[in-house]
């Protein structure tokens, strides 16, 4: 199975400023990569798909970038609201596989 | 406007089988553009899939579960449910169902249940 790998684990940052995520796929995935945050006790929210495509209401600060085995979130200025745990997930083959979170913190 | 919730029992003992149904609202379930998959997450832990039904209703299962887990769908009742057997403490988790596209490359979960807890314990 291919295993997805985040980085940091935990970004401790401040409102307004900007914050990049990593994940990173054991083997090309090419742009079959979503990115989702989940807040306690919510279940996730899609914010981005083929590792770059806004989902329906997701915000303009968010943005995604990467193919292949590299791929970036990034939050150009975080609000009170961005504070959560975001989850890669890729989707290029069976079994489906999640990255093991980022959590964002003040 | 699409909504999934899941229900089944809370608390389990060991050896047990796991029993959930995931009862969708706002969308037909036997829609060709759709496909049904349940997610796991334990205590403190990160996303496991565990599986997911086609419009076809083919499956595909996570290997790490394939052997005790099976997916149905009743169309009548537009919902789809999740068999785990022989359950142990390890698979005590929230589990949420969800929603994905069926096109190839397309398996991205766009839509979330708000998730049940089971808890496996004598």
């Known amino acids: 199975e291919i295993v997805m790998t985040q980085s940091p684990a935990t970004l401790s940052v401040s409102p307004g400023e900007r914050a990049t995520l990593s994940c990173r796929a054991s083997q090309s995935i090419s742009s079959n990569l979503a990115w989702s945050l989940q807040k306690p006790g919510q279940a996730p929210r899609l914010l981005i798909y083929d590792a770059s495509t806004r989902a329906t209401g997701t915000p303009t600060r968010f943005s995604g970038g990467g193919s292949g085995t590299e791929f970036t979130l990034t939050i150009s200025s975080l609000q009170s609201e961005d504070f959560a745990v975001y989850y890669c997930?890729?989707?290029?083959?069976?079994?489906?596989?999640f990255g093991g979170g980022t959590e964002v913190v003040i | 406007q699409l909504q999934l919730q899941e229900s089944g029992p809370g608390l389990l003992k060991p050896s047990e089988t796991l029993f959930l149904t995931c009862t969708v609202s706002g969308a037909p379930i036997s829609s060709s553009s759709h496909s049904w998959g349940w997610i796991r997450q334990a205590p403190g832990k990160g996303l496991e899939w565990i599986g997911s039904l086609h419009s076809t209703w083919s499956m595909n299962y996570n290997p790490s579960l394939e052997s005790r887990v099976t997916m149905s769908v009743d169309t009548s009742k537009n919902h789809f449910s999740l068999r785990l057997n022989s359950v142990t403490a390890a698979d005590t988790a929230v589990y949420f169902c969800?929603?994905?596209?069926?096109?190839?490359?397309?398996?991205?979960?766009?839509?979330w249940g708000q998730g049940t807890l089971v808890t496996v314990s004598s």
């Open positions: 997930q890729q989707y290029h083959e069976w079994p489906i596989t």
């Open positions: 969800g929603r994905h596209d069926s096109a190839p490359y397309q398996a991205y979960f766009d839509s």
